[in-house]
């Protein structure tokens, strides 16, 4: 294994919002469970992996920013092995995440795709659309008023032009779902999965976790949102992936947020392994191929 060189590229600090430490954690991690698997795995900050000529043939990034991201999809069409993929990170993107996810039959809120500087109003009330969440639609959410909860449509489209103000100019509106808000983490190809309820383990990033509040225990098929969430990383080529999803009381199961490499901060030393069988596989296949 002695061959097999990595770079690994830890995430800006800007798009770790309230979770930089957790962040490193889970990278340095699995760095050092592959190192103990005989890799070679030098670390880059993002600002390094822009302006060097990165050598490694394989790159295990946390990247966020658009330059690095840029700079991943041109090395994976160069023929480098990337985990996750540029092409996946984009995907995350709220607009396109919204468009895959519908696009391909995962279970997802009713959504518009709207531009900031729409009224939007009239669209809202024929569509029964009261209690929506307003999402930058065009990056990632880096701060707390990206990710904005309202309670009617007057109050939605006031919200819309803020983000018109701040330059947003596009933006995803999701119905407000009822129910229980599950977060869970988990690695393509893998058994492994982990899930729990963040309001009530008073895990937060922005304190959304408190529209919903505290869980009611709603039954749901453990099985089933495995499965989903494993299908979804499929479709959006997002090896290491987390999210959020919402249980309502009949037990249907949708997704309302899918990410590229979350902090896994709740289990972090049982997840590490995982992440590190995951990438030895992907590293496996890539090398088959090239034979």
Known sequence: MADIKIAGVMRAGAYSPNHIGNDAAIFNAV???L??????????????FQAEDIQEPIILNMCRERESIAKLIRLEDEGRLVINSGYGIENC???????????????????????????????LEKGGFDRVWIKRGDFHAMHKEDVSYCRHPQ????????????????????????????????????????????????????????????????????????????????????KIYGGDCIVDEDGSIRIIDYNDWPSFAPCRAEAAPHLAKCVMQAIKDWKKKQS
């Open 31 to 33: 760095a050092d469970q």
């Open 35 to 48: 190192r103990k698997r005989g890799c070679e795995v030098k670390i880059y900050n993002e600002e390094q």
């Open 93 to 123: 993107t709220r607009e396109r995440m919204t468009r895959v996810l519908l696009g391909n039959g995962i279970p997802y809120p009713d959504s518009l795709i709207v531009n900031t500087n729409e009224d939007v109003r009239a669209e």
């Open 155 to 238: 109050e939605a489209q006031e919200v819309l032009h803020e983000y018109y103000f701040r330059g947003i100019k596009r933006a995803v509106i999701n119905r407000h779902l009822d129910g229980d808000l599950i977060k869970f983490y988990g690695v393509q190809g893998q058994d492994w999965f982990f899930w729990f309820y963040p309001f009530d383990e008073g895990h937060s990033k922005y304190g959304h976790e408190a529209i919903n509040g505290r869980s009611k225990g709603l039954h749901f098929d453990e099985q089933y949102l495995k499965d989903m969430c494993q299908k979804a990383s499929q479709i959006m080529d997002v």
